[in-house]
């Protein structure tokens, strides 16, 4: 059974940094898409980053030059380095992988920023 668990939300001040983290179990390979999505209130769930096993990744044009997605396959954990927070980045975060034909989400980890 895949899981997935985030952790490494919090409450931080404009300008301020965070890590997520995603830590995946069940998968028998690290051949999989993996990625990051928010969904404030009142909004629908958004793409935020997303990185392929072989390491290609896109981001959302909000998010670009501050986020940074990574993962290490070895340990099938990904991250998202959140650089310059600003306050219409606060949502919950969701991680997603796509996996043999399946998509599969963490619970989500909130993220506020404000001062």
């Known amino acids: 059974q895949v899981q997935l668990v985030e952790s490494g939300g919090g409450l931080v001040q404009p300008g301020g940094s965070l890590r997520l983290s995603c830590a995946a179990s069940?998968?028998?390979?690290?051949?999989?898409?993996m990625g990051w999505y928010r969904q404030a209130p009142g909004k629908q769930r958004e793409l935020v980053a997303r990185?392929?096993?072989?390491?290609?990744?896109n981001y959302a044009d909000s998010v670009r030059g501050r986020f940074t997605i990574s993962r290490d396959n070895a340990k099938n954990t990904g991250y998202l380095q959140m650089n310059g927070l600003k306050p219409e980045d606060t949502a919950v975060y969701y991680c997603?992988?796509?996996?043999?034909?399946?998509?599969?989400w963490g619970q989500g980890t909130q993220v506020t920023v404000s001062s």
């Open positions: 997603n992988v796509d996996y043999k034909g399946r998509s599969y």
């Open positions: 990185a392929t096993s072989g390491g290609s990744t």
């Open positions: 069940g998968l028998s390979s690290s051949i999989y898409p």
